[in-house]
C-alpha cells in the first residue's frame, strides 16, 4: 500500500470529524438476474459491475434526481447505492416506480443508507418488493463503552430479523470511531463478533479504516466474508493524514485499490461503491464521471 511508512508510523489516528451523513435510509430484496452482483474476472483483473453511493452528488440528486440517476448510467455505474435526501429513499417516487424508472436505465438499486432504528419493518417490506440486496445503517455514533457497542450488536441482530423476513440483508457502514480503541478492545471488533452473520454483514468504508490507522486488506483478511459491501473512497495524499474530510478523486490519492478491491473480492466482498465528499479542482458530477472511467479501466 501506498505512503505505508507514513501508515505504520501511525497509532490509532482517531477517526473523529465524521459528520451524521445525510445517507439516512435504503431498501433491498432479492435483485433480477440482469443486475449480478459484482464481480472481477478473475482472468484480467477487471470489475464487472460497479456502484456509486449518490451522496457523492447529492446536490444534483436534491435539484434532479431523475436527470443525475440517468448520468449515473451515462457515466457507466451498474449500480446504486441510495440515501434518503429528504424524500425518502426513493427520491418521492413510489418505490416500484423508482424501480422501474432504474430498470429503464440499466441501474441496479443494489441497496441504500437509512435510518434502521425507525420505520424499518415498513421499509424493509418495500425494499424487497423490488429486489433490493440492503437495507444499511451508515451512524451510530461513537458509544460510550464496550457494553452499549455490546447491546448495539443486539439491536444490529434484531434489526437483521427484520430485513431478512423480507428477503433482505442487513448492514453497518463504519466509521472511524469504531475503530478507535475503547476500553482496551476496538469497537468494530465488538460488533462482528456480536453480530450473527446469518443476520448482519458489514460495509468496510475503506478510507475510514485507513484513517483511522488500521489496514483495510488486513482487516478484510481478518473477518472474511463478512464485509459484504466496500466503499471505494481514495484518500488524499496532499492533508494532514488524520485529516477526517480528505478524499479525492480515485486513483489520485494514497489508496492501493488494486490490491484492495482484489484482497475484498477474495475475502467475500460483493459490492464496489464508489464514494467522494471533498472536492478539489473539480465538482461532484466531474469527479463522480472520472471515477467511474477509473473503475473500468484499472487492471489489477
Not at 25 to 40: D, L
Not at 260 to 267: E, F, P, Q, S, V
Amino acid at each position: 500500500m501506498k505512503n505505508r511508512r507514513k501508515f505504520l508510523q501511525m497509532s490509532a489516528v482517531l477517526g473523529v470529524g465524521s459528520m451524521l451523513p445525510l445517507q439516512f435510509c435504503t431498501s433491498p430484496k432479492e435483485e433480477s438476474t440482469e443486475h449480478a452482483e459484482t464481480s472481477i474476472g478473475t482472468a484480467q483483473g477487471t470489475l464487472k459491475d460497479f456502484g456509486i453511493q449518490i451522496y457523492s452528488v447529492k446536490e444534483d440528486m436534491a435539484k434532479d434526481a431523475k436527470g443525475t440517476l440517468k448520468s449515473m448510467a451515462d457515466f457507466g455505474y451498474t449500480q446504486v447505492e441510495g440515501f434518503d435526501g429528504g424524500k425518502g429513499i426513493f427520491w418521492g417516487m413510489p418505490h416500484k416506480d423508482f424501480k422501474n424508472y432504474m430498470d429503464d436505465l440499466g441501474l441496479a438499486f443494489i441497496a441504500s443508507h437509512c435510518n434502521t432504528f425507525e420505520g424499518l419493518e415498513s421499509l424493509a417490506e418495500q425494499a424487497g418488493e423490488i429486489g433490493m440486496k440492503y437495507l444499511i445503517n451508515p451512524y451510530i455514533g461513537a458509544q460510550k463503552s464496550i457494553d452499549e457497542y455490546k447491546k448495539m450488536a443486539d439491536a444490529f441482530n434484531k434489526q437483521g430479523e427484520i430485513c431478512k423476513q423480507h428477503g433482505l440483508r442487513f448492514a453497518y457502514h463504519n466509521h472511524g470511531y469504531t475503530f478507535t480503541e475503547l476500553e482496551g478492545q476496538i469497537p468494530q471488533n465488538v460488533l462482528i463478533e456480536n453480530t450473527d452473520p446469518e443476520l448482519v454483514d458489514f460495509e468496510m468504508d475503506t478510507y475510514w479504516v485507513y484513517t483511522a490507522g488500521h489496514d483495510p486488506e488486513e482487516y478484510i483478511k481478518k473477518y472474511p466474508g463478512r464485509f459484504k459491501l466496500g466503499h471505494v473512497k481514495d484518500k488524499s495524499g496532499d492533508l494532514p493524514f488524520e485529516e477526517a474530510n480528505g478524499s479525492t478523486l480515485i486513483g489520485s490519492g494514497i489508496m492501493d485499490f488494486a490490491s484492495i478491491l482484489r484482497t475484498g473480492k477474495d475475502n467475500g466482498m460483493d459490492y464496489f461503491i464508489v464514494e467522494q465528499e471533498r472536492f478539489e479542482g473539480t465538482k461532484p458530477m466531474e469527479a463522480a464521471e472520472k471515477n467511474a472511467q477509473y473503475m473500468k479501466s484499472f487492471v489489477f
